[in-house]
Structure formats: structure tokens, C-alpha cells
């Protein structure tokens, strides 16, 4: 059974209300907080598309979501000039834009019943996605809601008993969901699936699939930087095109997901050399400074992600070169024109943002004279954080 798809691409232009109406709660409802850069987005999906100012939501059976931006280098450094617009520094309403796009969709959380192994609860499913599911009678159980403490919800099938089993059966399900298109994208990447960080695995499932049995998912993100002269400056990457998802979108010099059986630093290790070819040498002085989380639902899928943040100060005379074709070029930039690139625009991967505004934090960019620093400060770890 596949998907029939249509494609539809909006150009989107909004603009902020003024600042003396402005209330730091507003970050979270008034629909006209967002960037006044245009921003071009294509959805593709099997259903009617249905768009607000304040999030971009697609009611779908199956959504492949991809955004194709066409801006050039020279679009980011003419945005990011101070001069480029009359807004203030300490204007925080573009960054709580940036937080709120990245947690749609909590309107729709009684769509979704738990998803249990051993009596954890290790994920959500939507109803919907569900149904396609129970011709997998041998692999998964739905329960009716019989007055148990979680309700209705999806589990394994109890036969299955060992985590490489699990991961077996589950992966061959998801194979086939994939050739259905009701899981686009399939990597051939497994990611653990646990009840909380650190805690045992119960079996291993495809990276793409995460978000349809809304699996925490984990990763790293490592702002690269640069002192001269007094000033700081971050290394910025464009995606390739050709990525699957977000092409041509700027993102982190360093970045990844967190597979099954590798360490947050180990894994830093090796995304910096793929990714932007530092060597060992440098990249084991990378710091671990936190985390940010958020919680994202848009159509069946409902992603809990937590991002390992880590920050690397970087020799001047160093420069990045992309190993793996993921990367089409690196700039560096002062770290406050790329705090205006961010207020101002959505040309950013957008968990990219929460991992630099976090940064522009800790480095003291923002500062707590600022209105709604707080508010702001607390949003970044807007999910689950376990």
C-alpha cells in the first residue's frame, strides 16, 4: 500500500508585534511572534496541509516532511549585520520563536497511547499509526484500555524475549512499513531503546522509525570556536542539498545522532573527523557543557529528543574540511552576527538553535537584564531530559 504524494511549496513572511506589546509569555501563544527573513518550505504529504503562523502542522497518515531553503552565504552575512534591522540585542522574542518550532504540536498528545516493554513505558504511537501495526500480530499487542495504569497501549508480543530478537523482528516490521512509505527515509541506523538514559536496552530500532514509536532519541552537538583578538567566532556548516532532511540549512560544525553502543565522547570523536576533519589531537579537548530537549508532534510522528551539547575552542589557523559529503561549505562568523542570523531568520537547522542559544548563554550573549531571560533560560529543556 503506498502513499500517494502532492507537493506544495509556501513562501511564508511575518513579522513581530511591537516590543511594547510584548509579554515573555507570548513567546508561547501570540501567533504573530516570528522571523521577518523569508523562508521557503516544501511539504510533501498524502493529505490536506493545514498552516498557522505559529506552527506548521500536517494532518496525514504518513508525512515526509522536508524543507528546501535556497539562500547563499551571502544572504546569512547580510542579515546577520547589525544594521540589517532596527531590532534590539536584547530582544529575546526570535530565539522563543526558535523554541516554540521546535515543540509543536502538545495539543495533540491525547492522539498518542504508550508504548511499554517489561512495564516501562519506552514511547508513544499514535492511534492511527497503531492500526497499521496489528496485522503484526507476532510482534505487536495492542491492549484496550481495561482500567490497568496505563490505559490502552502498545506492547511486544511476550514471546519475543531478548533484545537481539526484539530488534530483529521489530526491524523486519519496519522494513516493511518503509516499502508502505508509511515510514520514510529509512537509514539502516539503529538507535537504542530505553526507558531513560543509561538505563538497559530493550532492543534496537531503526533510526528513521524513532519518531513513530516516539523512542527518546539522543545526540550530540558541538559548538566549534574561535578567539581573536577578543572577539569570538563560531564555525557554521551548510548542509548538502542532497541531505535527506533540512538540505542546504546551516547546522553545527559538528553533529549527530547517538547510535546504539557508542559513548557521547567516543561519538563526538568520530562525528568531528567525518564531519569537519579535526583530528583526535583537538577534538578530545572538546568540553561536555549539558543538554537541551524538546518535544515535537507533527502528524503521527512524535519526536523526544535530547541533545548532549559540547563546545571546542578551536586553534585560529584551523580549518574545517567535510569528509563525509554531508557538509557543502564552512564560514566562520562573529558569534553575535550569528545570534542575529538565528533572531532573525529560520535558516538554521532548527535544533541547531537550542544548542546555540544555550551557548550564547554560558558565553554571556544573552544576559539576565534581558525580559523574559528566565523564560527563555527554562525553554531550552522543554522535553524530557532523562
Given at each position: 500500500?503506498a ?7 509556501q ?20 501567533k ?5 527573513f ?6 510533501h504529504?498524502s ?7 505559529r ?11 522536508r ?66 501495526l ?25 514471546k ?27 537509514r ?29 532519541a539522543y ?50 570523536i ?34 523526544r529528543d ?10 585560529e ?14 564560514q566562520?562568523?562573529p ?47 522543554s522535553?524530557?531530559?532523562?
Open positions: 500500500m502513499c500517494n504524494f502532492h507537493h506544495l511549496t513562501t511564508i513572511r511575518l513579522s513581530f508585534p511591537p516590543l511594547h506589546n510584548f509579554k515573555a509569555s507570548d513567546a508561547f501563544t501570540n504573530s511572534l516570528i522571523t521577518t523569508p523562508v521557503r518550505f516544501s511539504f504529504s493529505a490536506k496541509l493545514t498552516t498557522s503562523i506552527s506548521l502542522r500536517v494532518d496525514t497518515p504518513s508525512i515526509s516532511y524543507s528546501s531553503c535556497t539562500f547563499t552565504w551571502d544572504d546569512v552575512f547580510r542579515v546577520s549585520q547589525p544594521e540589517y534591522s532596527p531590532d534590539d540585542s536584547s530582544d529575546l522574542r526570535g530565539y522563543f520563536e526558535k523554541i516554540k518550532i521546535c515543540n509543536r504540536g502538545s495539543e495533540m498528545q491525547s492522539e498518542f497511547f504508550p508504548f511499554i516493554i517489561e512495564d516501562q513505558v519506552v514511547g508513544y504511537t499514535h492511534n492511527r499509526f497503531a492500526s497499521h496489528r496485522k503484526y500480530d507476532d510482534v505487536f499487542i495492542y491492549s484496550e484500555n481495561n482500567g490497568g495504569r496505563f490505559g490502552s497501549h502498545l506492547k511486544l508480543n511476550s519475543l524475549k531478548t533484545a537481539d530478537e526484539r530488534t530483529r523482528v521489530v526491524g523486519e516490521v519496519i522494513k516493511c512499513l518503509g516499502e508502505e512509505d508509511l515510514i520514510p527515509g529509512i539502516n541506523e539503529l538507535y537504542p531503546v530505553t526507558s531513560t538514559f543509561g538505563s538497559p536496552i530493550f532492543f534496537s530500532l531503526e533510526r528513521a522509525a524513532a519518531p513513530y514509536f516516539g523512542i527518546k545526540g550530540v552537538h558541538m559548538n566549534g570556536y574561535v578567539e581573536k583578538d577578543g572577539q569570538k567566532f563560531l564555525w557554521i556548516g551548510k548542509r548538502s542539498q542532497v541531505k535527506p532532511t533540512y538540505p542546504g540549512m546551516l547546522d553545527h560544525l559538528v553533529a549527530g545522532g547517538l547510535p546504539h553502543g557508542i559513548a557521547c565522547g567516543e561519538n563526538i568520530k562525528e568531528c573527523e567525518e564531519e569537519a576533519g579535526i583530528p583526535r589531537s583537538i577534538s578530545n579537548r572538546a568540553r561536555p557543557v549539558g543538554a537541551v530537549s524538546y518535544m515535537d508532534i507533527n502528524g503521527f510522528s512524535y519526536k535530547v541533545l548532549f551539547c559540547y563546545d571546542l575552542k578551536l586553534p589557523d584551523f580549518v574545517p574540511k567535510n569528509q563525509d559529503g554531508e557538509v557543502e561549505s564552512f566562520l562568523i558569534v553575535a552576527h550569528v545570534a542575529n542570523v538565528i533572531r532573525r531568520t529560520e535558516f538554521f537547522k532548527p535544533n541547531c538553535s537550542l544548542v546555540i542559544i544555550d551557548f550564547l548563554f554560558r558565553h554571556g550573549y544573552i544576559c539576565p537584564e534581558y525580559f523574559g531571560y528566565l523564560d527563555l533560560l527554562q525553554s531550552l529543556r522535553g524530557d531530559c532523562s
